[in-house]
């Protein structure tokens, strides 16, 4: 009976991946239109939006300022505290390491991403930073959460950047 109870309680919570994930694919939309890599960030803690940012590091000319990074920013910021626990962070593409090291740092309880990134994923991909034994702190990983509709934005950018070289 607990168990029963236990799932259909996971199962609603588990809905709102999608509807979370949907709001950083706007937020990976935004950043293409002004240039950037479509990478898009939720930070999310009891089913309440804390923070959401687009990548920008041509425009900020900021290396570090991923999408992943400046929500973690942003959210510290809003709850005074650099810790985040708790928290959810909802990202379109699998963090890189720097990403990954932040998120570590700022105690994230779980990273929901859309695609996997096979060339510098640091949540599984080439990488698992996040669950690594050397750390004391693990963050839970779930990665394919729109998958495809983040992947296509990723395609679609690349694909008009490679028709203006």
């Known amino acids: 009976m607990i168990s029963s109870v236990f799932q259909i309680i996971m199962d609603e919570y588990n809905n709102f991946h999608p509807y979370w994930m949907a709001q950083a694919i706007l937020q990976a939309e935004y950043a293409a239109e002004q240039g950037e890599v479509p990478v898009g960030a939720v930070l999310v803690y009891r089913d309440e939006w804390i923070a959401s940012a687009g990548n920008s590091p041509i425009l900020d000319n900021d290396p570090s300022a991923h999408a992943e990074i400046k929500v973690l920013r942003a959210g510290a910021k809003k709850i005074h505290n650099y810790r ?61 959460i729109l998958e495809q509709q983040s992947k296509t934005l990723l395609q679609q950018f690349f694909r008009q950047r490679r028709k203006q070289k």
């Open 84 to 144: 985040l626990p708790g928290t959810t962070l909802y990202v379109t593409l699998e963090p890189c390491p720097m990403c990954a090291g932040a998120i570590l740092h700022a105690r994230v309880q779980q990273v929901i991403f859309a695609a996997y990134d096979k060339r510098s994923g640091a949540a599984g991909s080439v990488l698992n930073i996040l669950q690594h034994n050397a750390f004391n702190h693990k963050t839970l990983v779930t990665g394919g």
